[in-house]
């Protein structure tokens, strides 16, 4: 469809987007197109949107998948609105049905510590210690890891900087154990480098590209298996094991929300939640009058 085709190239030209939000973006307006297949786009109604939506629970989907694809939506009608003369937004002031809160899983100290603690022998394995360290010491989500450039490391300050959600860039810590492994990778990554690229990004695949998503991903959990760990350990679990753990040393909710680029801190404080479960189950093994007989 010429109109989305239009529209990507504005998210990605104009608001300058990541590849993977495009990509969710696209995702979710081929739903709506999906959804509309018998009808114009310029006579989408709300009412029509809400019956997708009471479809899209109906068939399992989640509330908080259901409040991305409308946002998806909303922004598309308001770009035909701006640019192709549409005159209504009928995704606009609606809501998606609210789901059960499920605290992120986060992995212990001990786990944590097991996990990015790899035996690093060959060259993909010092690269991959690199990548664990990094994502347990400085908590970034999937995207900032895989763009991170060189010129964003400061090993001297102990930092790094990232570029987060809404092309928003922010100055992380980068631990002492990260930055070892850091250090030791890209004293060895040439040996990867495609030399007829200019490549600037600090982890790099066989081909001497960028790494992409599924291929970290898949190191991860490869890595997770290796060490006696559960397979299903991803990036995001690392992000959040990061910010509980913090939590839990310094109880410092402000500290923890720049450190991982919150906007809102009722974004963050889903992880005082998990450091009230730490807590709870030191008090049901220490405090005598928890114990049940």
């Known amino acids: 469809m010429e109109l989305l085709t239009a529209y990507l190239q504005f998210l990605n030209v104009e608001r300058g987007l990541s590849p993977l939000t495009r990509e969710n973006y696209t995702r979710d307006i081929h739903q709506l197109l999906l959804l509309n297949k018998d009808i114009s786009l310029h006579h989408v109604q709300s009412s029509h949107i ?49 789901s059960a809160k499920c605290l992120p899983h986060a ?54 900087t990232v570029t987060g959600k809404g092309n928003k860039t922010r100055v992380v810590p980068c631990g002492q154990h990260a930055i070892s492994a850091m250090q030791r990778w890209l004293n060895q990554r040439s040996n990867l480098l495609n030399h007829s690229l200019t490549q600037k990004a600090v982890f790099i695949g066989k081909q001497g590209k960028r790494m992409s998503a599924r291929n970290i991903q898949y190191r991860l959990k490869n890595w997770a298996i290796k060490q006696g760990l559960d397979s299903s350990i991803h990036p995001h679990m690392l992000r959040h094991s990061f910010a509980s753990h913090v939590l839990q040393s310094s109880g410092d909710l402000r500290a923890v929300q720049e450190m991982l680029g919150h906007a809102n801190i009722s974004t963050t404080q889903v992880y005082t939640h998990l450091d009230y479960q730490h807590l709870t189950k030191v008090y049901d093994i220490a405090h005598p009058r928890a114990k049940k007989k």
């Open 50 to 98: 809400r019956r997708h939506i009471a479809t899209l629970h109906g068939k399992g989907m989640g509330g908080k998948s259901i409040a991305r694809m409308l946002s998806s939506w909303r922004g598309f009608f308001d770009y035909l609105i701006q640019r192709h003369g549409y005159t209504n937004n009928p995704a606009k002031g609606l809501r998606a049905p609210k």
């Open 107 to 160: 992995l212990s100290i001990e786990q944590a510590i097991k996990l990015v603690e790899v035996n690093a022998q060959d060259l993909l394995s010092v690269r991959d210690h690199a990548i664990l360290e990094l994502f347990y010491s400085s908590g970034l989500r999937l995207s900032e890891l895989i763009n991170l450039n060189t010129d964003h490391l400061d090993f001297t300050e102990g930092t790094i």
